[in-house]
Nanobody, 123 residues
Framework: QVQLVESGGGLVQAGDSLRLSCAVSGRTFITMGWFRQAPGKERMFIAA???????RHADSVKGRFIISRDNAENTVHLQMNSLKPDDTAVYLCAGDAHGYTMLSTVATNYDAWGQGTQVTVSS
């Protein structure tokens, strides 16, 4: 059974930091990604990393958010610094098993999703 379980969300003030984690079980994925979805908005790509360490970050979070993976633990993390109210959203991790769509920014290329963890940033 494939499972992705996010943790680490919470309520913080602008300028604070959070570190999200996603524990994966049942299989491994070539690409692990983070997306976020705010109320009334579409799901948006945040960051992705391949199992060999190649990474991509959305322009909106470059310099603030950093994705990382621990292959031995089959876990992916998202370090979020200098948080802004606009970062408020449900953050979801996702796995993509397709080698021909590595580091994809397209949500439909991902095969498995977690339930999400809420991040709320107050001003």
């Amino acid at each position: 059974q494939v499972q992705l379980v996010e943790s680490g969300g919470g309520l913080v003030q602008a300028g604070d930091s959070l570190r999200l984690s996603c524990a994966v079980s049942g299989r491994t994925f070539i690409t692990m990604g983070w997306f976020r979805q705010a109320p009334g908005k579409e799901r948006m790509f945040i960051a992705a990393m391949t199992s060999d360490g190649r990474a991509r970050h959305a322009d909106s979070v470059k310099g603030r958010f950093i994705i990382s993976r621990d292959n031995a633990e089959n876990t992916v993390h998202l370090q979020m610094n200098s948080l802004k109210p606009d970062d408020t959203a449900v953050y979801l991790c996702a796995g993509d098993a397709h080698g021909y769509t590595m580091l994809s920014t397209v949500a439909t290329n991902y095969d498995a999703w977690g339930q999400g963890t809420q991040v709320t940033v107050s001003s």
